[in-house]
Nanobody
Framework: QVQLVESGGGLVQAGGSLRLSCTAS????????MGWFRQAPGKQRDLVAT???????NYADSVKGRFTISRDNAKNTVYLQMNNLKPEDTAVYYC?????????WGQGTQVTVSS
């Protein structure tokens, strides 16, 4: 089994910054892509950013230039630096990790951006 533990969410004013972290632990033989999705109330869960084990990144258009994803392979940890936050970024942010042969999810962390 693999567990993902997220941290770093909270309440911030528009224009502010937050940094999310997610660490995978447990029976990890091979950790492939990691990343973040988010889900706002009444909406579907949407991709925010992903990063491969080799460091290749992918971002949703809505966060390009404001969010940066990174990872520390030695610590099995993925980070999401969120700058210039907007009220529309308010959502529960979920971390995921592709650990062959499954994809695991974190419990979610709330990010609230006030205007």
């Amino acid at each position: 089994q693999v567990q993902l533990v997220e941290s770093g969410g909270g309440l911030v004013q528009a224009g502010g910054s937050l940094r999310l972290s997610c660490t995978a632990s447990g029976s990890i033989f091979r950790l492939n892509s990691m990343g973040w999705f988010r889900q706002a109330p009444g909406k579907q869960r949407d991709l925010v950013a992903t990063i491969t084990s080799g460091g290749r990144t992918n971002y949703a258009d809505s966060v390009k230039g404001r969010f940066t994803i990174s990872r520390d392979n030695a610590k099995n940890t993925v980070y999401l630096q969120m700058n210039n936050l907007k009220p529309e970024d308010t959502a529960v942010y979920y971390c995921f990790a592709e650990v062959v042969p499954r994809t695991y999810w974190g419990q979610g962390t709330q990010v609230t951006v006030s205007s």
